[in-house]
């Protein structure tokens, strides 16, 4: 569920255009191997070596980074709690021209930078009202999570959530849906998560604004061939038995 936009105390839901939409159907990931050459042994093992995107490099990314220096995106919100001032506070979108959604904060721009700097800029606007501002600024990223979970959707959540616990915020896992098999879409690239393994740093992975969190379905043999063949051959007995009882 995403927060609750407060203006002068009272709430409302605003909804963001930047929504991610959830598709349903997955491309199957597959990875072939091959060995290569004798004489192209060395540089190949120098590219994987650079453009390896494996568990290691994840874990490097998503090693919970300082929370105030993550960027914002549209789309995201950003809690704003000022003592004293509930006509200031309150949880708001960053809409798509990159501004806070709010009629006095509309003028403070958010996208691409640190929430330190919006901290700050916040404080400098704040200190048109008050000489000593006492305030709190808190970010929430918009995380799409779909697949076999049970409540997919674009969850709001606090910088720092694993993967993990970005599934569980969804509801869990479906009984078709598989914790060995999870998907992190981040920056046009995917990664696969094992949330099984207790012992891997990759579970540990903490989310960023835009990422997509697709859990896998679990794969039937009987449901995914022999239910569709018993299903033709079904069809075409009841054909065979309409066309013999119309000669």
Do not use: C
Request: proline fraction near 6%; charge should be positive.
């Amino acid at each position: 569920m995403l927060p609750e936009v407060s203006f002068g105390g009272t709430k409302t839901l605003e909804m963001s255009e930047h929504q991610l939409t959830i598709k349903g159907s997955l491309l199957s990931l597959r990875r072939s191997w091959r060995p290569a050459p004798r004489s192209l042994g060395f540089p190949l093992f120098l590219a994987l070596l650079l453009g390896w995107t494996g568990p290691g490099a994840l874990w490097a990314q998503g090693a919970a980074p300082d929370a105030r220096e993550m960027e914002l995106r549209p789309g995201d919100v950003i809690r704003i709690q000022v003592w004293r001032q509930p006509e200031l506070s309150g949880d708001f979108f960053i809409t798509e021209g990159g501004y806070i959604g709010h009629p006095l904060y509309r003028s403070i721009y958010a996208i691409a930078r640190p929430v330190r700097e919006v901290q700050e800029s916040l404080r400098l606007f704040l200190l048109e009202f008050e000489s000593e501002p006492n305030f709190v600024v808190e970010a929430f990223f918009q995380v799409a999570v779909g697949g076999q979970v049970r409540q997919p959707n674009v969850h709001a959540l606090r910088p720092g959530t694993t993967v993990a616990e970005a599934v569980a915020r969804a509801g869990g896992v479906t009984e078709q849906g598989r914790l060995d098999r999870v998907i992190l879409r981040r920056d046009g690239r995917e990664f696969r998560v094992d949330l099984t393994d207790a012992a891997g740093a990759m579970r540990l992975t903490t989310i960023r604004s835009g990422d997509e969190i697709v859990v896998l379905e679990r794969r039937s043999w009987f449901r995914a061939y022999v239910l569709p063949t018993i299903s033709v051959a079904g069809s075409i007995a009841s054909i065979i038995r309409v066309v013999h009882y119309y000669r």
